[in-house]
């Protein structure tokens, strides 16, 4: 039997993080009903590649992939604190109005006063963040 390294474990813990957005996003639109705005697109432009990247990565224990998902996840989190700003801090929305569809403000969920679909994916690339640096300091160990 294999043993299961420190590498790979961060490798699957990012894919499994990756995955869970992935599948949570297509729940909201498809499932759920919730037309995406144009930054959540944004967001998932950048977020489904990271399964595909991560789960290939994972099951090739191949730790040169933190240099494709770093930048994909750095931007995606810009763009989800952003988004989340926007949603949550009166003036934010007026520097980029949507022109179209679904306004960039609208909060189809907001559990606890402070969970929207915009933090649910800050939180995912957050956690995609952790683990490649994770990976990079033991690698560099």
């Known amino acids: 039997m294999k043993s299961v390294n420190g590498e790979q474990i961060y490798l699957y813990l990012a ?4 995955l869970m957005a992935t599948l949570g996003s297509l729940y909201f639109s498809e ?3 919730f037309i995406p705005c144009e930054l959540c697109w944004y967001q998932r432009i950048l977020m489904y590649p990271l399964v595909l990247l ?8 191949d730790t040169a992939v933190k240099k494709f998902v770093l930048p994909l996840a750095v931007i995606g989190w810009l763009i989800s604190l952003n988004h989340y700003l926007v949603q949550k801090v009166p003036g934010f929305a007026q520097v980029k109005p949507c022109v179209s569809g679904v306004p960039c403000t609208a909060q189809y969920i907001n ?3 402070f969970i929207t679909i915009p933090f649910l994916a800050f939180t995912a690339f957050t956690l995609i963040i952790i683990f490649m640096a994770l990976l990079i300091k033991r690698k560099n160990r």
């Open 15 to 18: 894919w499994v993080v990756s």
């Open 111 to 113: 559990w606890f006063g």
């Open 54 to 61: 991560l789960g290939i990565a994972t099951f090739q224990n």
């Open 31 to 33: 499932i759920a009903g």
